[in-house]
């Protein structure tokens, strides 16, 4: 009789061991947020002299931003291109910045509008994120020095700046 | 199918530059110093290329105002942690605060690529 319990309370405790077993939680919560993340590198191409650019044909690379909404409407991007190095040689002459932000991918074919519902002004590009999802922006920088005059050997880096206001 | 593409995107291996500030719309709350309140804030580093963010403060139309930041306002954060830390305010310029943003900032390494600076606003409602 003693032996019965025994097993049986063995057995009660063992399925009760494997039931904690498989009850692992996972916990989360989804909450609106933006999330800005650098998914190109930029790298400027020097294949005339007076100028830097990010362009393929010059031999740069655009650098490109990810910007991830949970939620619709709850944020503005605003992608900022240089307009200024952070590093170079001693430079004697003006440098003419240009520069423009574009859509380059989305994860919603309706996020293609951000193109034309853009605002522009100064070197800075606005975009109301009203769709929630993934967008890329391109950013393409020029550098022009003096008036045709050559750039002086050395290191550069201009930054871009990425930011997600919420609206 | 563009939440799974989203999701996706939001879960794949790709995002490993990225910046992520919340809560989005931050509560001002009472502290147990009278006249001073705070914003309870969590900054996730997803950039290895960045350590540090700094935290400013500003009114609606881009103005600093005056805060402290627990542990500094320059806040040190390693790749894939997160930090969570409190802005304190005076409670006079409550109706003043609107933004609360983390901005990235990037060291001169000497290379030739244009990088990147990131910066989220919180809005104060």
């Not at chain 2, 409190?86 to 109706?95: A, F, L, M, T």
Request: with cysteine; aromatic share 10%; glycine share 6%.
């Amino acid at each position: 009789m003693l032996n019965k319990t025994f097993t049986l309370l063995a057995t009660l405790m063992t399925f009760c061991a494997s039931a904690f077993a498989e009850e692992i939680p996972i916990s989360g919560s989804v909450e609106s947020k933006c999330i800005v993340t650098q998914d190109t590198a930029g790298v400027y191409g020097n294949a005339s002299p007076e100028t830097l650019s990010t362009a393929t044909a010059d031999g740069g690379v655009h650098p490109v931003v990810r910007f991830d909404v949970i939620q619709a409407d709850y944020y503005m991007a605003k992608i900022s291109h240089p307009t200024s190095f952070t590093e170079s040689p001693n430079l004697s002459d003006t440098v003419t910045w240009t520069g423009t932000t574009s859509v380059d991918q989305v994860s919603d074919a309706a996020m293609s509008a951000y193109d034309t519902n853009k605002v522009e002004y100064d070197n800075v590009t606005e975009v109301d994120l009203s769709i929630a999802g993934s967008t890329w922006f391109k950013i393409e920088s020029e550098a022009d020095y003096g008036y045709n005059k050559a750039f002086p050997g050395g290191q550069y880096q201009a930054v871009v700046t990425a930011e997600c206001i919420a609206i | 199918m563009k939440y799974i593409i989203f999701l996706l995107t939001m879960m794949s291996g790709q995002a490993l530059l990225a910046h992520d500030f919340t809560p989005t719309y931050p509560k001002l709350e009472t502290t147990h110093q009278s006249g001073v309140l705070k914003a309870s804030m969590k900054l996730f580093n997803k950039r290895d290329d960045i350590r540090y963010y700094r935290v400013g403060v500003y009114d609606s139309e881009w103005n600093k105002i005056p805060f402290i930041v627990s542990g500094g306002k320059t806040i040190n954060v390693e790749y894939l942690d997160t930090k969570r830390f409190d802005v304190y305010i005076q409670e006079s310029r409550r109706r003043d605060i609107t933004y609360i943003c983390t901005k990235s900032l990037t060291l001169q390494d000497g290379s030739t690529k244009s990088i990147m600076a990131s910066r989220i606003c919180s809005k104060v409602k």
